[in-house]
T-cell receptor, first 113, second 115 residues
């Protein structure tokens, strides 16, 4: 009965590879997000989708492509991985895109070698 | 441990003491503020939120104070327990311009509670 789930929890890969992280929420929320947390614990928004439509797109390399097949899922695909992509990636969801609580997933620790 | 080398602000308290964690935010137009707790290896967990038309909100053992004049937010934890040890983040939600709808997180404060 996990509210926001992500897979995989850990991802170790070589530079240049392409990888995907999946996120699902069973809260019936309309809005989902991807955040990146660096080694200094700084947490920054990357993308947000509301009812499968992109509403926030921060200055993120276009190697990162989110996809929302339905409003319960928001996946993150990363092409040509670089060392600097190593971080913990968090998915989150909220009832609406308005001012309300965001529920975070457990995170995916990506290590690029 | 995971916090070594992070150089985040730290607060160490004894079990049973009250804790106050402070946060300065940047955008005077932000309309919503939220505190999160992050334990090691986990995602941020909601603690309490407050809208910009309020200056105080209380939850169970926690109180958030908002001072819009000086753009300052604080989290007070009463009777702090060892289980409260974590990194605490404040976040503000932009209300206009390019920051509209985005949660911008502060740098985090490490709270350590000693038994």
């Amino acid at each position: 009965d996990t509210a926001v789930s992500q897979t995989p929890k850990y991802l170790v890969t070589q530079m240049g590879n392409d990888k995907s992280i999946k996120c699902e929420q069973n809260l019936g929320h309309d809005t989902m997000y991807w955040y990146k947390q660096d080694s200094k614990k700084f947490l920054k928004i990357m993308f947000s989708y509301n009812n499968k439509e992109l509403i926030i797109n921060e200055t993120v390399p276009n190697r990162f492509s989110p996809k929302s097949p339905d409003k319960a899922h928001l996946n993150l695909h990363i092409n040509s991985l670089e060392l600097g992509d190593s971080a913990v990636y968090f998915c989150a969801s909220s009832l609406t895109s308005g001012p309300n609580e965001q529920f975070f997933g457990p995170g995916t620790r990506l290590t690029v070698l | 441990g995971e916090s070594v080398g992070l150089h985040l602000p730290t607060l160490s308290v004894q079990e049973g003491d009250n804790s106050i964690i402070n946060c300065a935010y940047s955008n005077s137009a932000s309309d919503y503020f939220i505190w999160y707790k992050q334990e090691s290896g986990k995602g941020p967990q909601f603690i309490i939120d407050i809208r910009s038309n309020m200056d105080k909100r209380q939850g169970q053992r926690v109180t958030v104070l908002l001072n819009k004049t000086v753009k300052h937010l604080s989290l007070q934890i009463a009777a702090t327990q060892p289980g409260d040890s974590a990194v605490y983040f404040c976040a503000e939600r932009g209300a206009g311009g390019t920051s509209y709808g985005k949660l911008t997180f502060g740098q985090g404060t490490i709270l350590t509670v000693h038994p």
